[in-house]
């Protein structure tokens, strides 16, 4: 099956700095990207799709400005959580659509202090 | 919200019963997928079942799916202690390509 990674796995900041999460889909091409974000013992959220060469479509309740998508190439999309806080503290999850269906990034766990 | 609905949202069974967890969404949808996620990990993919399909088998897995009712229930059968984690279905819609979970079930299975 496709495999996408994420980078980095876990990544722990002080407020008020910006992080960069990184999602690559390896051995396939995805014009179309996930992003997902999971409290502790809640469900994954949809937070915006990525779409390459294009703006990102967020869902609602999602600030874009906080929130900010690059999906420049066929291969890599980026999510950064600008000016990020304790309450932006997650798990967030990417996700590439090929052959009909989803494959997920491992995910990568965000912990502002 | 597009999110599912999963129920229950809390099972815990003794090792060797049978664990079955149900659910309920609310668009059209092109296939239904279920995943797996052991406490702090990434998600593992269980099944795939098509909006065309009733019933997939896959192991010791069991899928349903009724599209009338929106609702698709998995069974584990014979379950092991090794299936402790948390159980999820996810749809992918007909229309636009979102993916929406639900709200997840989290199982424990004693030994």
């Known amino acids: 099956g496709a495999v996408v990674s994420q980078h980095p796995s876990r990544v722990i900041c002080k407020s008020g700095t910006s992080v960069k999460i990184e999602c690559r889909s390896l051995?396939?091409?995805?014009?179309?990207m996930f992003w997902y974000r999971q409290f502790p013992k809640q469900s994954l959220m949809l937070m915006a799709t990525?779409?390459?060469?294009?703006?990102?479509?967020?869902e609602q309740g999602v600030e874009k400005d906080k929130f900010l998508i690059n999906h420049a190439s066929l291969t890599l999309s980026t999510l950064t959580v600008t000016s990020a806080h304790p309450e932006d503290s997650s798990f967030y999850i990417c996700s590439a659509r090929a052959f009909g269906t989803q494959y997920f990034g491992p995910g990568t766990r965000l912990t502002v202090l | 919200s597009q999110q599912g609905e999963e129920d229950p949202q809390a099972l815990s069974i003794q090792e060797g019963e049978n664990a079955t967890m149900n659910c309920s969404y609310k668009t059209s949808i092109n296939n239904l997928q279920w995943y797996r996620q052991n406490s702090g990990r990434g998600l593992v993919h269980l099944i795939l079942i098509r909006s065309n399909e009733r019933e997939k088998h896959s192991g010791r897995l069991r899928v349903t799916l009724d599209t009338s009712k929106k609702s698709s229930s998995l069974l584990i059968t014979a379950s092991r202690a090794a299936d402790t984690a948390s159980y999820f279905c996810?749809?992918?819609?007909?229309?636009?390509?979102?993916?929406?979970f639900g709200t997840g079930t989290s199982l424990t299975v004693i030994p």
């Open positions: 990525s779409n390459e060469g294009s703006k990102a479509t967020y």
């Open positions: 051995d396939f091409q995805a014009t179309t």
């Open positions: 996810a749809t992918d819609a007909y229309t636009g390509n979102q993916f929406y």
